[in-house]
């Protein structure tokens, strides 16, 4: 039987489609951590060492000071300063009480056995940065 975060890893859209297994074995590699509202989650500029998937509440990505994005649940953020271990593009505060799933570097380590895990995150972050440079060319970048 799935685990509650196996379970809520296939509303994740970037998730959904990982066999029942890789969504366990993703699942088992995350922590489950509440913020408060006015928590900062991810400050720019900052070495970022988590990943975070948000179960409940909403955050706000602002990039200089300027808002960029709200996310809400299913939404994810913070892998690319995570897996690449550079500093944070934009900070990110919970504009709600939080609920979210985090992966350290280390987990993200351990979830590297998995290939079909990997590959979707790899894609995850390769859509996420491809969506950055275009908005940066428009003179905004997403969370």
Known sequence: MPTARARALQSVPV???LSGKDRE????????VSYAHGATLIREGDTN??????VEGEVEASVSGQPRRLMGPGDFFGEISMAHRIA?????????????????????????AASPVLARLEEAMNERLIADRK????GGLSG
């Open 49 to 54: 060492h988590a990943f975070f998937i948000l």
């Open 15 to 17: 998730f959904a489609g």
């Open 135 to 138: 908005a940066a060319g428009q």
């Open 88 to 112: 944070a593009t934009a900070t990110v505060v919970a504009r709600t009480a939080v609920r979210a799933y985090v992966m350290s570097h280390a987990q993200f380590g351990a979830a590297q």
């Open 25 to 32: 074995l993703l699942a088992s590699n995350l922590d489950e």
